[in-house]
């Protein structure tokens, strides 16, 4: 039997859709969910869907239908603009070094710690950091098709089949593995143009896995999870004590694996977690934003005083837009995306940006940082500024231009140039972890105080974490303003980081987490997490790549730099 992904006749029955290596007869990835529904062929894995449900789902949501809207458009018309031959030889060389570096840390993979979670780049060892399967390499599969090493992609997906999804001892962040291994997998496939259907049974499997955290009362998942306890029988609930990130970072993958297989158990669980978003948005401290610290089990997002874009909140905010495309704008569910999208950053740009206080005065730049607030006329700014949190300004440009809201395009680009000035008048040109920064009374320029308590470093007031651990959300802005305003002075600065980055954290293997940017010493740590390879190369590598190449108006990335297909309408 032939299985058609497009839901044609072929298929007769639910049971009989099964989704096999070798019997796909898809010519590229469907246009509508299939019908109907995929199920995974039987395998010799963990079977997650055998396991009994306490709380099932009586009725499923479904994905909006109808005609996709035309979506504005995102990216910069580049055809406009010829390239000056001097130009287009250096993008190719930047290009190319930004290739290299990620073969070097590859073949060290492969040589030393193939099939496991991460390289350690100093004792080139290996570290089991997100549940042994394998992260770095799951996460860098769409990241070797990206740079055309077809032979190295094939070589790896062939390693990722024998991946067995089986409970383990201990916890599992379910957050990173949604993020890293699902967004893998579900980029990979499309990048295939969803040929390999391995991919897709892989990211079934998973995606099985991930469904099992949401059997709770409340049907929101528990995000640091017992999968052995699960896999047992044994009764969930989810945490009371939870963070906003967690709880709600999983609408992209979950979306793109029901329009890929037709299975609207993923969607329906999307759709459940985000109408609770929708319902508390108006009713915390901050109208708009929700705080860090929530009660995932009644669930409860009004009660904390902490706002933040960084660590803990970052994805629950950059997944609203990203979402509302991966949709195509179709029905009251994208509508409502376009709502909290719209709701939140009104918010974040009134409460969450302040603009440091710098010895170059005349920088327009914001940089996000975190608040306590126990009511919009009570709130206070702690004025730290985050690596992490420098995903900022490519939100809010892409964002801008899918709401079609110029005010907060102009917004990304004053975020991004605040995390380019860090890197440039960092002291070896690389932005530390957390920091503070003297700030200035308004969004607009005030004068440089240079005795200026506690000034660590011109620009710094203290640095409390200065490790870099080979981020990538300075480089993604830097991407998405490039790719957006068409400004390619954004790939000049591109450059100066990657040489700075790769010059100093390099090492006999790969590269490594530099222990302490303001230092002089260069002590690295034995760390590379799988997204040094699955984003921040990932990013310098499309800078410097043809802009139509992965073009913002057909993809659309996930947290992790995994890019969903958007195709056409």
Known sequence: MHLDLHGSRNCCRVHECRVTAHCSTTKTCPANPPYPALLSPPSAGFNWRGIETHYPVEKLAQLPSGRRKKLPKVQYDFEQEETPLY????????????????????????ERAWTKDELRPISGGSARTFGGWGATLVDSLDTLWIMDLKAEFREAVDAVTEIDFKPGDGEVNMFEITIRYLGGLLAAYDLTDCKDSRLLEKAMELGDMIYASFDTPSRTPITRWNAKKASNGEKQTAAANAIIAELASFSMEFTRLSQLTGDMRYYDAVTR?????????????????????????????????QFSLGAMADSAYEYLGKTYQLLHGVGSDAAQYKKMYNYAIDSVIKYLLFRPMIPDEQADIL?????????PSSVSQDHTAQHLACFVGGMLALGGRLAQNTTHVAYGRRVTDACIWTYRNAPHSIMPEIFTMAACPTHSACAYNASHPSQ?????????????????EAIESVFYLYRITGDASYQDIAWDMFQAIDSQSRTAYANAAIRDVMRDDGVKEDKMESFWLSETLKYFYLVFSEPGFMSLDEWVFNTEAHPFRLGTS
């Open 456 to 472: 660590q470093h011109p620009g710094f007031a203290r640095v409390s974490d200065a490790r870099y651990m080979l981020r990538p």
């Open 87 to 110: 130009g287009e030889l250096m993008r190719k060389r930047r290009q190319a070094a930004v290739k290299a570096a990620f073969m070097r840390c590859w073949r060290s993979y492969k």
């Open 273 to 305: 977690v985000t109408a609770i978003l929708s319902s508390q948005q108006n009713a915390t401290k901050l109208p708009g934003l929700w705080p860090v610290g929530i009660n995932a089990q009644t669930p409860d997002l009004t009660y904390d005083t």
């Open 367 to 375: 940089m996000p940082t975190v608040v306590r607030a126990t009511s």
